[in-house]
């Protein structure tokens, strides 16, 4: 089944402890992207990647890191979380070019930083 | 850069009652369109999408959306909603390279009343 996973569904954390969200996707595409999702403000661009070792800003990359070391992966890291990274997040994947851009999105990761 | 609004923020309709969600673009060529739709603790479905040829595109759950370039609008029909239809709903735009993912408007919210 193709697919986008996210892994963990929910999470709690501290200030200042380090995590990772980790995001893959079975259907080859090239491209991956983090959103955020905040009441009143719809979803945001966090990063995005085009390929692997391709990465970029999008609108809200402030306090996040990305990785794409492997087509299929492309974790979300918070190297210092603080209270306002406390959101819903989503990776989603996509083929680019002129395949498209019909995006698909894991489950979301709802992440609290207390 | 590409922009999305969405004028409404919450909308009411009677189960039954035909239902129209507004979504307006900013984007300087032919965009990529597309609505989805969030339930309740869910990540977003794709509901339909537009990427050329006939400006009215069916998608599903019964839903359909009209591109009009003249009007740079994209809005969401249907023609009698049911309870299961609450939900957000975002509209989004891509321009197609996938370079640089989707914008997405800030959502509608639709309450569905007996």
């Known amino acids: 089944e193709a697919q986008v996973t996210q892994n963990p569904r929910y999470l709690i954390t501290v200030t200042g402890k380090k995590l990772t969200v980790t995001c893959s996707q079975n259907?080859?595409?090239?491209?991956m992207s983090w959103y955020r999702q905040d009441p009143g403000l719809g979803l945001r661009q966090i990063y995005y990647?085009?390929?692997?070792?391709?990465?970029d800003k999008g609108d809200v990359p402030e306090g996040y890191k990305v990785s794409r070391k492997e087509k299929r992966n492309f974790p979300l890291i918070l190297e210092s979380p603080s209270p306002n990274q406390t959101s819903l997040y989503f990776c989603?994947?996509?083929?680019?070019?002129?395949?498209?851009?019909?995006?698909?999105f894991g489950q979301g990761t709802r992440l609290t930083v207390v | 850069a590409q922009s999305v609004t969405q004028p409404d923020i919450h909308i009411t309709v009677s189960e039954g009652a035909s239902l129209e969600l507004r979504c307006n673009y900013s984007y300087g060529a032919t965009p990529y369109l597309f609505w989805y739709v969030q339930s309740p603790g869910q990540g977003l479905q794709l509901l339909l999408k537009?990427?050329?040829?006939?400006?009215l595109v069916q998608g599903i759950k019964g839903f359909e959306a009209e591109f009009k370039r003249s009007q740079s609008s994209f809005n969401l029909r249907k023609p009698s909603v049911h309870w299961s239809d609450a939900a957000e709903y975002f509209c989004?735009?891509?321009?197609?390279?996938?370079?640089?993912?989707?914008?997405f408007g800030k959502g509608t919210h639709l309450i569905i009343q007996p």
């Open positions: 989603a994947s996509n083929f680019g070019g002129n395949r498209g851009t019909e995006a698909f």
């Open positions: 259907m080859n595409h090239e491209y």
């Open positions: 537009y990427f050329s040829g006939d400006t």
């Open positions: 990647s085009m390929n692997v070792e391709v990465t």
């Open positions: 989004a735009v891509g321009t197609g390279g996938g370079a640089d993912g989707l914008t």
